[in-house]
């Protein structure tokens, strides 16, 4: 289509070109995604860049979009000559202030873009890190278009998701007229604005807007300003409000310092609004799934309340004078700082509501949740994993919704009940609803196309009583359901597309518990693989207890096109089943394995064949792996795990892995007791944009220190267990002042250089939502310590866990290492 288009204008005549341009530059991300893009003239390409009505969703966009068209149009060693270098000046087009920091960091490892990438990088930092905002400071002075983020008059998508550098000067900067940017009295009034939103006073009230005249871009109906740390959500709904008329989608995810007590300001302020994502780390401290040994008083944020009562009053979390209908989709997912009060207004103003997320909002109750679910008898997609979900949220959902008393429960099909509607429910680890109260649950969800009953007190007796035909998604791990009962459901199914079944220990079937109805299956081949086998084309699967080779076998017709594969404990592929894996499921992406029988040539095999894979995870299986494994290039793999495998994996070997598969991006390693300190080095140059690194039990490394794995500036989750006595007390607020994007931070007092870590306070913190430390006990190893010296081993004690939210710091000490 893009060469039609562009043959056309080359054909039809000179003046045509600049249409050309202009449709081109104003449609860019659809012409990036046809495949004829890399066919597109380089002059063309260029004038579309410059074009002033160039449309991007983000600068991320364009970046992304230039390296394609380099890799694909540009020979090695043409980089070396003046045609090289006048293609790769292109790039002084994209504002590398404004990528996102993790884009930013990888592509430091970019032979066509590291330099422009390490400008990036320290022009982000600069602007992520400065206790104040200063446009002169960081431009010197000079030109301010570099900072504007990109919209115009066609732009319906703002991303700005991972750019801590974005803050309301900037986003500011962009919305107002291009004439104003060489205003000094501006620059400086913009200067200023930061000093008036710092995280102790969060009062935007004072903020004079008058002074800021925005413009309108009537095209924006989606904005995400998701892992934007520096930005006060706040204050930038109010530019929101006003810029984005047409706004209907909002994504704020990890944005801490949004208060939930706000959440119907927003909602009047953006009148269109109807989706929005508040999404926060969920709380590791879920009550169900933890032993807690002590946990301390919350201390509370202290926020000004200096300003003007009359002009901001006190409101509750909602104060809701009318309705708002345009409400349909709300996610809260993690958050605890919603309560039941929250739940009760949030069913009052929003009636039109049909998707809720509170997934691990834990300081909600059952009965909170059934208000909701009374009251908002739209909602057909329900996410409340690990909450209280219960007795009382099951009778809101089983009642007849025609009758005025609200009362009724129907044991046969109840057409009229909100159950029966459903599409969605999860509500996994929701261990407080009894095998009576889901089997009634169960028995009227007829339409539901996506069921997570994880964890729950799920037998064989609730899951016969399933009667839907549109299931597409079905999670009953750990629980007690067996072959014959999943194969029921799988028998209605037949659009099933997903089914997560680890930890079922019934699944193990005996041989002679097969059932007679199918004497062609082999003796270790369950009904339920035959069931899938027969009648589904599935995505994902993941299986433990008693899946093996022959299982394998018998599911081939409906894996050919499987993208996800799980196999944990209880399940024996075998090396031969392993070794079929590529060719019965070509398009993989994300492979997981845990206790399964490993080898070189296992992984060599699976890295070799498999050219769309993303994930490997290898989890504590049988038989090691060498650097053998990692000897082919993996470009497409974007997480690693090995956990358990790799004892013998050196510093070389390390090197080797990060020169083959450069575009990783998670990296967890266990149990490589063979690296020391100088595998840092090879880490962060080798993987710069890594968001999550874990390290544990491995040798040496943080023996003289965090030295190098400091240079990971765009990491987000960060974990460093028992891997040598190193680091230094101060470590967890250094680690968040040079790493603005980090969130979660995981340590053991057995590695602290003094003993002990300090504790980051509001201030300190940053970013940060979750601090975990651990502490061992030491206890000998043998019977024969005594003869041999002191030899000790480290053996888990508890774990202190530090958390924040809005509202408040709170620390748990649990018996688990989390």
């Not at 007795?391 to 007849?400: A, K, T």
């Amino acid at each position: 289509m893009v060469e039609r288009m562009i043959n056309m204008g080359y054909h039809a005549a000179t003046d045509f070109i600049p249409q050309l341009t202009d449709c081109l530059a104003r449609n860019f991300i659809w012409m990036t995604s046809c495949d004829s893009f890399h066919n597109v003239p380089f002059e063309l390409l260029l004038s579309c860049v410059k074009h002033p009505c160039l449309t991007v969703d983000s600068e991320k966009h364009l970046c992304d979009a230039i390296l394609l068209w380099l890799a694909a149009n540009t020979i090695p060693y043409d980089l070396l000559n003046s045609t090289g270098d006048a293609r790769v000046a292109i790039f002084t087009e994209i504002r590398t202030s404004l990528l996102p920091l993790p884009l930013a960091a990888g592509k430091r490892r970019c032979p066509l873009f590291s330099k422009f990438a390490e400008r990036s990088v320290n022009a982000i930092l600069s602007l992520a890190t400065s206790s104040s905002f200063s446009l002169a400071n960081i431009l010197g002075g000079g030109d301010f278009s570099q900072l504007r983020i990109r919209l115009t008059e066609y732009t319906k998508i703002l991303d700005l998701s991972g750019c801590p550098q974005i803050s309301l000067p900037l986003l500011l900067l962009s919305m107002l007229p291009f004439s104003y940017s060489v205003d000094t009295m501006l620059t400086k009034k913009l200067n200023q604005l930061s000093l008036k939103l710092e995280p102790s006073d969060m009062d935007v009230s004072r903020i004079p807007w008058e002074n800021f005249p925005v413009l309108t871009f009537e095209a924006v109906e989606v904005v995400d300003v998701s892992n934007c740390p520096m930005l006060h959500l706040e204050a930038a709904i109010e530019c929101f409000s006003t810029s984005f008329p047409s706004l209907t989608t909002l994504k704020a995810a990890y944005t801490l310092n949004f208060r939930t007590m706000k959440l119907y300001q927003l909602l009047q302020k953006c009148p269109l609004l109807s989706d929005i994502d508040l999404t926060v780390e969920s709380n590791p401290v879920i009550p169900a799934k933890v032993s807690v040994i002590s946990s301390f008083p919350a201390v509370k944020l202290q926020i000004s309340t200096s300003f003007n009562e009359e002009t901001c009053p006190a409101v509750p979390t909602f104060h809701f004078p009318r309705r708002l209908w345009n409400i349909t989709k709300l996610i809260l997912e993690g958050r605890t700082d919603i309560y039941d009060s929250d739940l009760h207004n949030i069913a009052e103003c929003c009636p039109s509501l049909y998707c809720i997320n509170l997934n691990a909002c834990t300081s909600i109750t059952d009965s909170g949740i059934s208000v909701i679910l009374l009251k908002c008898v739209g909602l057909h997609s329900i996410f409340a994993c690990d909450t209280l979900f219960g007795h009382n949220c099951v009778l809101s959902l089983c009642r007849d919704i025609s009758r005025f008393d609200g009362v009724a429960i129907k044991m046969e099909k109840n057409t009229n009940s909100s159950a029966y509607k459903l599409q969605i429910l999860h509500i996994g680890g929701c261990k407080g609803i009894s095998e009576i109260t889901l089997l009634e649950l169960i028995a009227q969800t007829h339409r539901v196309r996506s069921l997570c009953l994880r964890e729950t007190q799920l037998d064989d007796n609730s899951l016969y009583k399933f009667s839907g035909s549109s299931l597409e998604m079905l999670d009953v791990s750990d629980t007690k359901v067996s072959c014959h009962a999943v194969g029921h459901v799988v028998r209605r199914s037949p659009h099933l597309k997903c089914l997560i079944a680890r930890g079922c220990r019934h699944l193990l079937q005996e041989e002679n518990n097969i059932l007679e109805n199918f004497p062609t299956l082999s003796y270790n081949c369950p009904v339920l693989y035959y069931e899938l086998g027969k009648s589904c084309n599935l995505e994902e699967i993941s299986l433990g207890w008693g899946f093996s080779f022959f299982s394998l076998e018998t599911l081939r017709p409906a894996i050919k096109m499987l993208k996800t594969f799980i196999v944990g404990l209880g399940g024996s592929l075998g090396e031969d089943g392993l070794k079929l894996v590529p060719t019965f499921c070509p398009w993989l992406e994300t492979l997981i394995l845990y206790f399964q029988v490993i080898s070189d040539s296992v992984v060599r095999n699976i890295l070799e064949t498999l050219k769309n894979l993303q994930v490997l995870a290898l989890c504590y299986c049988f038989g090691e792996i060498s650097s053998l494994s990692f000897q082919f290039s993996a470009p497409c793999l974007r997480k690693l795990k090995l956990e358990r495998v790799t004892a013998q994996m050196t510093n070389d070997d390390l090197l080797t892995l990060a020169q083959n598969c450069m575009n990783i991006t998670e990296l967890s390693l266990l149990g490589c007791r063979c690296l020391n300190s100088e595998s840092q080095d090879t880490i962060s140059n080798g993987w710069p944009g890594l968001i999550s690194l874990h390290l544990e039990d491995c040798g040496e490394v943080t023996a003289k220190g965090v030295t190098s794995l400091m240079n990971c500036q765009a990491l987000e989750d960060l974990l460093l267990r028992h891997n040598g006595l190193g680091i230094d007390r101060n470590f967890i607020i250094c680690a968040a002042s040079r790493m603005p994007l980090l969130r979660k931070v995981a340590l053991d007092v057995c590695d602290a250089k003094d003993g002990d870590f300090d504790l980051p306070d509001f201030t300190d913190r940053r970013f940060l939502s979750i601090v975990k430390i651990a502490r061992c006990n030491l206890k000998r190893r043998t019977l024969y310590s005594i003869e041999s010296g002191p030899c000790t081993t480290p053996v888990h004690a508890e774990t202190l866990i530090l958390t924040w939210d809005s509202e408040k710091l709170s620390r748990t000490v649990v018996k688990e290492r989390l």
